[in-house]
């Protein structure tokens, strides 16, 4: 028998407001839902892909400087899973259990830097007299990321992180960018749009936004 109007909105908003809830950004995670994550993470197939793809953001490459490729930003929801997936066989939902309440409930963000063709191993010395210089070139160093400034911000109010770290990224050839680390304490946020933003050392300004009122 098919319901009047008032009858439907009357069921069909109180399932809407219970999904809702299911899938917004929870703080602190039920046992249910570290046990949900941790099983997701033991597929290692493409289900555990799609579950991650919402707190990864693959950016366009610039015209000319670095290029910041990739951001995540992982929820503890997000890291369950993300752990979960990096462990092989013998990790047990009781250890995946144990490992998140050993942690703080953080938010992890991750922006990848790649070289390009116009922003790479070799940069332009300021000082051609310089002894590790040679017709004006010089090797980037390892820590040339420390010259990039990453945050997280809601509503334009910057998140104090609780850690900032990177490292020098690596391939066949050698260096070709590196990893910025920023963690966050996540009762800092609310459950709506956070932007992680790049300020590069020349000039760009890169921002995505993670909507955390639709991420778990």
């Not at 366009?60 to 930003?73: F, V, Y």
């Not at 063709?117 to 940069?123: I, K, M, N, R």
């Not at 334009?156 to 070709?176: F, K, Q, R, V």
């Not at 910025?180 to 790049?198: F, Q, T």
Request: net charge negative; hydrophobic share 40%; proline share 5%.
């Amino acid at each position: 028998m098919k319901l009047p109007r008032k009858h439907g909105l009357a069921v069909l908003v109180p399932i809407l407001l219970i999904s809702a809830q299911c899938f917004a950004f929870e703080l602190p995670l039920s046992d249910q839902t570290i046990r949900e994550a941790y099983f997701i993470g033991q597929h290692h197939d493409a289900s555990t892909k799609s579950a991650l793809e919402p707190y990864i953001h693959h950016l366009a490459p610039p015209k000319t400087g670095p290029d910041i490729s990739e951001i995540r930003l992982l929820t503890p929801y997000a890291q369950v899973i993300d752990v979960s997936n990096s462990q092989s066989s013998g990790y047990s939902a009781q250890q995946a259990a144990a490992d998140y309440h050993a942690r703080t409930d953080t938010i992890l963000v991750r922006v990848r830097i790649e070289f390009s063709a116009t922003y790479g191993f070799l940069e332009a010395g300021n000082d051609a007299k310089s002894a590790s210089a040679e017709k004006g070139i010089k090797i980037r160093q390892e820590d040339f990321w420390k010259a990039f400034r990453v945050g997280l911000s809601q509503k334009d109010d910057w998140i104090d992180p609780l850690s900032l770290d990177g490292e020098a990224t690596y391939s066949d050839n050698g260096m070709d960018g590196a990893l910025i680390w920023l963690v966050c304490d996540a009762h800092d946020l609310a459950s709506e749009p956070a932007a992680v933003e790049v300020f590069t050392p020349d000039g760009q300004h890169v921002v995505t936004t993670f909507d955390l009122s639709t991420l778990r």
